[in-house]
């Protein structure tokens, strides 16, 4: 839920550049070795590492764009606009 929440801001406010295309797209890949273990071997050792690191990824995601975000709003007080 949280990743279909943030790839629509980070296309609105513009702030979709290739290092969160890369996180973007290492998730997507996370969240189907994730359900391949699931399917497979069903490991829940496995599985629950593939999950967490999807999430370490997911968390660096969101943490970058409220960065991006402090930093915009930031540069926009410094300029007098707010």
Same mark, same amino acid.
């Given at each position: 839920?949280?990743?279909?929440? !943030? @790839?629509?801001?980070?296309?609105?406010? *513009?702030?979709? $550049?290739?290092?969160? @295309? !890369?996180?973007?797209?290492? #998730? =997507?890949?996370? *969240?189907? @070795?994730?359900?391949?273990?699931?399917? /497979? *071997? $069903?490991? @829940?050792? /496995?599985?629950?590492? =593939? #999950? !967490?690191?999807?999430?370490? =990824? !997911?968390?660096? %995601?969101?943490? /970058?764009?409220?960065?991006? %975000?402090?930093?915009?709003?930031?540069?926009?007080?410094?300029? /007098?606009?707010?």
């Amino acid at each position: 839920m949280l990743y279909f929440a !943030l @790839v629509p801001l980070l296309l609105l406010f *513009r702030h979709a $550049g290739h290092f969160e @295309v !890369l996180l973007a797209w290492i #998730y =997507v890949a996370l *969240r189907l @070795v994730h359900s391949l273990i699931h399917i /497979g *071997r $069903g490991k @829940v050792t /496995g599985r629950f590492l =593939v #999950y !967490l690191f999807s999430c370490l =990824v !997911l968390a660096a %995601m969101w943490a /970058g764009f409220a960065i991006d %975000m402090a930093s915009a709003s930031m540069t926009l007080a410094n300029q /007098g606009a707010l």
